[in-house]
């Protein structure tokens, strides 16, 4: 059974850092992208950031471009987030999400497993 598990979350003010962190555990059968979505209240989940197996290629929504960071750790099996000068606007829901086909398209469609989410809220 795949459990992927964040933790980071958390209230500051605007212009501060968070960083996420996802655990992943379970997984079998090959290399898998690994990024992250978040979801506002009344709006659709959306993409914010993805990674490949290796590592070497990432890509991010216009809205935290330059901001946030993606990293992983495969031997931990860890996907992290490094999120800076955060806005208001970044208050959401983050949720990890693994999938195979994730690097090539960042749509929900895409995701496999999703953690249970946790709460990001900047402060004005």
């Known amino acids: 059974q795949v459990q992927a598990v964040e933790s980071g979350g958390g209230l500051v003010q605007a212009g501060e850092s968070l960083r996420l962190s996802c655990a992943v555990s379970g997984l079998t059968g090959g290399s898998r992208a690994m990024g992250w979505f978040r979801q506002a209240p009344g709006k659709e989940r959306e993409f914010v950031a993805r990674?490949?197996?290796?590592?070497?290629?990432?890509s991010y929504a216009d809205s935290v471009k330059g901001r946030f960071t993606s990293s992983r750790d495969n031997v931990k099996k860890m996907v992290l987030l490094q999120m800076n000068n955060l806005k208001p606007e970044d208050t959401a829901i983050y949720y990890c999400?693994?999938?195979?086909?994730?690097?090539?398209?960042?749509?929900?469609?895409?995701?496999?497993?999703w953690g249970q989410g946790t709460q990001v809220t900047v402060s004005s």
């Open positions: 990674i490949s197996w290796d590592g070497g290629i990432t």
């Open positions: 999400a693994v999938g195979r086909d994730l690097i090539r398209y960042n749509s929900t469609a895409s995701v496999d497993y």
